[in-house]
């Protein structure tokens, strides 16, 4: 499964506002060798479950109805969170790579933090480990997203 970089950051002042349920259909950006794009986005909750961009192969959302974390979920309803609540009310430079194997987020120019699946190993004990999960490049917003997203660009590399 190949992963896409989403990145958020500032590149230009361009600023589009989207309401719940708008549509984003990055045709020109379903080429092989991309890697990335950019999302730079306000957040309030007005929802439990808040998608900020859905793919055909998963979904990059804040929170699942009990938890505010960042979340993505794979496409067999498999979630992979962070220990991570975005700010609301403020503009977050948010970043999400795929790495190898790996996909990891930052927020705000800080540390990298790492998508972790855990896995039973020889009926003794869980382990750790990276994940690759494919970007969520179809559609932003909906099911409750309340917010501003803007700048976004799909990058060949992050």
Do not use: C
Request: proline share 7%; charged share 15%.
């Amino acid at each position: 499964m190949e992963s896409f970089p989403l990145s958020v950051t500032s590149l230009r002042p361009i600023d589009t506002s989207l309401r719940p349920g708008s549509y984003y259909h990055p045709t020109h950006y379903q080429r092989p060798g991309l890697r990335a794009f950019l999302l730079h986005e306000p957040l309030s909750f007005l929802s439990p479950r808040l998608p900020i961009f859905t793919g055909a192969d998963s979904v990059l959302q804040h929170g699942n109805g009990t938890k505010t974390h960042l979340m993505l979920i794979t496409s067999v309803n498999q979630p992979y969170a962070l220990n991570y609540t975005l700010p609301t009310g403020v503009w977050n430079d948010v970043k999400l790579m795929g790495r190898g194997n790996a996909t990891f987020m930052s927020v705000n120019g800080g540390r990298e933090m790492q998508f972790l699946t855990r896995m039973w190993v020889n009926v003794r004990k869980f382990l750790e480990r990276g994940i690759a999960i494919e970007a969520p490049v179809g559609r932003m917003g909906g099911g409750g997203f309340v917010g501003r997203v803007r700048d976004v660009t799909l990058l060949g590399t992050a």
